[in-house]
């Protein structure tokens, strides 16, 4: 008798709900594809206001292997077997020479949202029917990400950008070359976006793009305790998901999806995190043209002649939790505020940037009307997240983790960035005006002629 390594908690006794037996029958498709769970008590556990997770009901030690998942049972184009129903290989290999322009990852993302709606198409005959039926896969399935969101939930968000990074032209694009390359009639437009979901809230980068059994059942947050990892003894064979701290007995096991703000959560993986510590908002260039159109001209210039490997000039700026304000934005303020005079001295336009990053970023010195400047940004900014009225509203409760309070959170952290972005600024940069510094480099040169004279002196 082959001894239960993942079992569910139930007496035998107990009469098991419709969740249960897929949870019991997946555990038995576990055993049968070869995932071993390495002897630790692990459980899948439902709760009302949490889809399945895993706990543990005994401690793990840092360093352990939680399980181990063969390559084999993973679901992805490699195991799926989508060639046959590639349209034509000629129209394959002309599409991929075109697409250079796609984003990275676009033909693999193609790749396994054809895999999963092979494997759904065949129902209970598919390899991997006990396991997709844990995911979220029956019709009608709600999702919270926002491509589920309609207009007036949009509207909660402004101004967070995360809404302006749907991209719902890129999905329909994806879509509709998905049906020019394969064979797949029955994909329709519900069902794209259902996979899509379940790809971005499920899958890992591992033999590409796919999904790992097991590993996505884990829920995910910054304050994570676990991580995938490839196995060091066969890493031809498995994938394994390793403890990376101590983990305590009825711990839940956590994963991170990756160093995202509450925005990226809710975009991509319809959830927030109250305690976020990766959480950032953002500065628009145009909010810093919307101040003095003149800026754009100088922004302009800089842009032409900018030769350095790391961009300058971005569309949106990003202003951190605990560090503020990113160190380009408070480079091109320093440009923009001191040019007039710089230009006036003779300076070009690549003397007056590598001037500027030599003084920001070496001696973290900015001038009073930059520190001016950015504050005008700041607060311009946060004006208009003021005219959103979820920014001030209390609530009880998580409220069920409705769109509105996820919102609402989304708000609130990004506009605690922006209100923290001063402080943290006057913490990180000296005030001081370019004819300040001018003075100082005209006594330090004073003062190195000065030393040069002494030694000249010492050797005679």
């Known amino acids: 008798m082959k001894k239960k390594l993942f079992n569910l908690n139930h007496k035998l006794t107990h009469r098991m709900s419709s969740n249960e037996i897929v949870n019991e029958k997946f555990l038995e498709w576990c055993e049968k594809v070869g995932i071993d769970f390495n002897n630790n008590s692990i459980v899948i556990k439902e709760t009302a206001d949490k889809n399945r997770h895993l706990i543990t009901e005994k401690f793990i030690p840092n360093g352990t292997i939680l399980f181990k998942v063969p390559?084999?049972?993973?679901?992805?184009?490699?195991?799926?077997?989508?060639?046959?129903?590639?349209?034509?290989?000629?129209?394959?290999?002309?599409?991929?020479?075109?697409?250079?322009?796609?984003?990275?990852?676009?033909?693999?993302?193609?790749e396994l949202v054809v895999s999963i709606h092979k494997e759904l198409q065949k129902g209970e005959a598919s390899n991997w029917y006990p396991y997709l039926s844990i995911l979220p896969t029956a019709k009608g399935q709600k999702f919270d990400n926002l491509y589920y969101w309609n207009d007036a939930e949009l509207e909660y968000l402004k101004p967070a950008k995360c809404v302006e990074r749907i991209g719902n032209d890129k999905v329909q694009l994806m879509f509709e070359q998905i049906h020019d390359l394969y064979n797949v009639p029955d994909?329709?437009?519900?069902?794209?976006?259902?996979i899509s979901s379940i790809i971005m809230s499920y899958s890992f980068d591992v033999n590409g793009k796919s999904l790992v059994p097991v590993s996505d059942l884990l829920n995910a947050s910054w304050n994570y305790n676990s991580v995938l990892e490839v196995d060091d003894e066969d890493e031809d064979q498995f994938i394994c998901m390793v403890a990376k701290k101590d983990i305590q007995e009825g711990e839940e096991l956590i994963n991170i999806y990756g160093n995202h703000p509450n925005g990226e959560l809710l975009r991509m993986y319809g959830y927030v995190e109250d305690d976020n510590e990766n959480e950032f908002a953002e500065v628009d260039l145009d909010t810093l043209i919307e101040l003095d159109e003149k800026n754009a001209t100088i922004i302009e210039k800089i842009d032409d002649c900018y030769d350095m490997e790391d961009p300058l000039i971005m569309q949106t700026f990003d202003v951190y939790k605990d560090e503020g304000i990113v160190s380009e934005l408070v480079v091109l303020c320093e440009i923009i505020s001191n040019y007039n005079d710089d230009v006036k001295k003779g300076l070009k336009d690549k003397q007056i940037i590598k001037k500027t990053i030599e003084k920001v970023i070496k001696n973290h010195q900015i001038g009073s009307e930059t520190k001016a400047l950015l504050k005008k940004l700041i607060d311009l900014t946060m004006e208009k997240y003021q005219t959103n009225p979820l920014l001030t509203k209390k609530y009880q409760s998580k409220q069920g983790y409705s769109k509105e309070y996820m919102a609402s959170v989304v708000l609130k952290t990004e506009y605690d960035c922006l209100a923290k972005a001063m402080d943290i600024l006057d913490k990180e940069y000296e005030i001081i005006d370019n004819k300040e510094l001018e003075k100082l480099e005209r006594k330090k040169r004073r003062l190195d002629k000065k030393e040069d004279r002494m030694a000249k002196r010492s050797k005679r």
């Open 71 to 110: 390559y084999s049972a993973m679901l992805n184009p490699i195991t799926s077997e989508i060639k046959s129903l590639l349209k034509d290989l000629k129209n394959v290999a002309a599409e991929s020479s075109d697409s250079e322009d796609e984003e990275d990852g676009t033909d693999l993302w193609k």
């Open 187 to 194: 994909l329709t437009k519900e069902e794209f976006l259902k």
